[in-house]
């Protein structure tokens, strides 16, 4: 079982659209959970982050976190070709004095006009 | 210069060749990473420096070896890679704790060895 699971995609959605973007991880104790945007070529930047179960929005962007149902999502309000892009989603486990992420495989979001 | 910076960008090495990978942060974060990241394969933590000391080698192949001269810079030196190794090299860094705020990533070097 791996230890970040999304799916890779590639998910496809019309400009104006809700994306949804999901991820599962395998390890009770994380405690910090995290969605990175990459586009191609560039390096991941982080956009948004929750540690409680909830939602949290921020803009155009919701994350949704169910620690029981171990699960994290990312809702998109409003799809620009703009957010076209990989999305990473990274969890930590705390209980370290350093932040150690694990990362999914990342899901290929495509915003078509 | 802000952020975290990598040099070079990109790099082309043989297999007989050694080079290094050089990160720079400029956030006065206290931990480093440098991570590999391949086509397919989810982001691989490769080490971790937290107040210069690595606390973390993830099974890493000895051809790579870090080093954290201080809590600005975080070195990656190649030697005799494979084929395999090409990939995009990303360093980050982080405040402790960073559990609760994630990492600041450099640019990556886009390295392949022929």
């Known amino acids: 079982q791996k230890e970040v699971e999304q799916n890779s995609g590639p998910l496809s959605v019309p400009e104006g659209a809700i994306a949804s973007l999901n991820c599962t991880y395998s390890?009770?104790?994380?405690?910090?959970f995290f969605w990175y945007r990459q586009y191609s070529g560039k390096s991941p930047e982080l956009i948004m982050f929750?540690?409680?179960?909830g939602d949290k929005e921020d803009g155009r962007f919701t994350a949704q976190l169910n620690k029981a149902s171990q699960y994290v999502s990312l809702l998109i309000r409003d799809s620009q070709p703009s957010d076209s892009a990989t999305y990473l989603c990274?969890?930590?486990?705390?209980?370290?004095?350093?932040?150690?992420?694990?990362f999914g495989q990342g899901t290929i979001l495509t915003v078509h006009p | 210069e802000t952020g975290v910076t990598q040099t070079p960008r990109h790099l082309v090495m043989g297999m007989t060749n050694k080079k290094s990978l050089k990160c720079e942060q400029h956030?006065?974060?206290?931990?480093m990473y440098w991570y590999k990241q391949s086509a397919k394969k989810p982001l691989e933590l490769m080490f971790v420096?937290?107040?210069?000391?690595?606390?973390e080698n993830n099974s890493v192949p000895s051809r790579f070896s870090p080093e954290c001269p201080n809590s600005s810079h975080l070195f990656l030196h190649l030697h005799t890679l494979q084929p395999e190794d090409s990939a995009l090299y990303l360093c980050?860094?982080?405040?402790?704790?960073?559990?609760?705020?994630?990492?600041?990533f450099g640019s990556g070097t886009r390295l392949t060895v022929v």
């Open positions: 980050a860094s982080s405040q402790l704790q960073a559990g609760s705020y994630g990492y600041t």
């Open positions: 390890d009770r104790g994380s405690q910090s």
């Open positions: 929750i540690y409680s179960n």
């Open positions: 990274a969890v930590s486990r705390g209980g370290t004095s350093y932040g150690k992420l694990t």
């Open positions: 956030l006065g974060h206290n931990a």
């Open positions: 420096y937290s107040l210069e000391e690595r606390v």
